[in-house]
């Protein structure tokens, strides 16, 4: 059974920086694509980030440059570190993993998703 667990979310300024970690188990994680989604009050679900199981990256124009997403196979988790963070940052916090997700920004091409973990930026 896949399971995914977030941590790391909490409240910071704008400008401050925090680190997610997904914690996964229960398949062979290197071989998974995964992602970071966010969603926001009132809003759809958006990619953020994803790696692929060759370790190739993928970001969203708004977090270009601020976040950066990695994963360590031997520990079998995913980061998301963030820097710079944003007022417009601030929204839930998924982690995200399937063994063919081929566009990673789709919420569909998912099978598998954690519980979340909250982020919030104040200005």
């Known amino acids: 059974q896949v399971q995914l667990v977030e941590s790391g979310g909490g409240s910071v300024q704008a400008g401050g920086s925090l680190r997610l970690s997904c914690a996964a188990s229960g398949y062979t994680y290197s071989s998974y694509c995964m992602g970071w989604f966010r969603q926001a009050p009132g809003k759809e679900r958006e990619g953020v980030a994803a790696?692929?199981?060759?370790?190739?990256?993928s970001y969203a124009d708004s977090v270009k440059g601020r976040f950066t997403i990695s994963k360590d196979n031997a520990k079998n988790t995913l980061y998301l570190q963030m820097h710079s963070l944003k007022p417009e940052d601030t929204a839930m916090y998924y982690c995200?993993?399937?063994?063919?997700?081929?566009?990673?920004?789709?919420?569909?091409?998912?099978?598998?998703w954690g519980q979340g973990t909250q982020v919030t930026v104040s200005s």
């Open positions: 790696i692929d199981s060759d370790g190739s990256t």
């Open positions: 995200s993993a399937d063994p063919a997700a081929i566009l990673p920004f789709i919420p569909d091409e998912y099978n598998y």
